[in-house]
């Protein structure tokens, strides 16, 4: 069948689906007598992360971010595991490149099947999973660059559009990580604490420990980069703010100073009988200089003030 493969080892197998339709996951189901309900949760639809026991498999569900070079944008794609001692199935739409990889180099390479493909499937498991936490951390080196990059230019350029589209574009990428991460620690060890002896957990404490460090570390550095975002989008916020002020300010002394000098020239424009400088050769000039003797003299004031620093 098309998207479907399989390698056979030491009376191990590790069966990958690369894009799950019904028609062979219920070929899977019959061969492995899966249960109704997590075959239909393998199908296309997001499920949350999540651990079940069954009487002859583990079926387990996580999520892995993703990274659109395109939008620039952080997702997150799902990924199904059916796990027993003699047996793993994985299930997934792939998005996830080190899944292909490390299947390729078990199907060609025989050193690598000796070495994956001893004890239990719960081998293959632990370093598949392994690989893809690992594969996780470049991810995170490019959300700091990301982070390093705006908080250079933040108070070197003006606050615009293209700069808080930035930082949202930055604050989502790392709530979408999170959500990717978050049940990870909990999924490996629900699993570490129901695992029969038909997976053999106690021969890989190791493979736990590597794997505990790898999600605790992704999760630091995700704790870490979220309080970056937030403040970096306060401090862009208070920015804008500031200049907010500025223009404002700007437009309140201007305001000021024009609302008597408009006044002035209103009074002078009535015409009415005794009205000063109207009749004089000389009244526009000396209404002129009356004006601007007052515009100057309120913008000293607002300058002796610190109005206009």
Not at 279 to 289: A, M
Request: with cysteine.
């Amino acid at each position: 069948m098309k998207n479907i493969n399989e390698i056979q080892q030491n009376g191990l197998v590790w069966i990958n689906v690369s894009k799950p339709e019904e028609k062979v996951l219920r070929t899977l189901q019959k061969r492995f007598q899966l249960a109704d309900q997590e075959i239909n949760e393998s199908l296309p639809s997001f499920q949350r992360p999540k651990f079940v026991k069954r009487a002859n498999y583990y079926f387990l569900v996580l999520h892995f971010p993703i990274f659109n070079r395109t939008t620039r944008r952080i997702g997150f794609t799902e990924v199904d595991f059916f796990l027993s001692g003699s047996s793993l199935i994985t299930v997934h739409n792939n998005s996830l490149p080190v899944i292909e990889a490390f299947f390729r180099e078990c199907q060609k390479k025989e050193e690598f099947r000796s070495s994956y493909f001893s004890g239990t499937a719960t081998h293959i498991f632990f370093e598949l999973l392994n690989r893809l936490l690992e594969s996780i951390f470049p991810i995170l080196m490019h959300i700091n660059e990301d982070i390093s990059s705006i908080d250079k230019i933040l108070f070197t350029r003006t606050p615009d559009r293209k700069m808080a589209e930035e930082i949202l574009r930055l604050k989502m990428n790392v709530v979408n990580f999170r959500r990717a991460m978050q049940s990870h620690k909990t999924v490996l060890d629900r699993l570490v604490a129901s695992g029969g002896r038909d997976l053999d957990i106690s021969s890989y404490h190791t493979y736990i420990g590597i794997l505990r460090d790898h999600t605790n570390d992704i999760w630091h550095s995700l704790e870490s980069q979220k309080e970056s975002a937030d403040n970096l989008d306060e401090t862009n916020e208070s920015v804008v703010g500031l200049r907010m002020n500025e223009i404002m300010k700007t437009l309140t002394v201007i305001s000021v100073t024009t609302f008597p000098l408009t006044l002035v020239a209103t009074i002078f424009a009535i015409h009415a009988g005794g009205t000063p400088f109207i009749s004089s050769p000389l009244g526009f000039w000396i209404i002129s200089f009356v004006m601007l003797v007052g515009a100057i003299s309120m913008l000293l004031i607002f300058k002796a003030k610190k109005w206009m620093d």
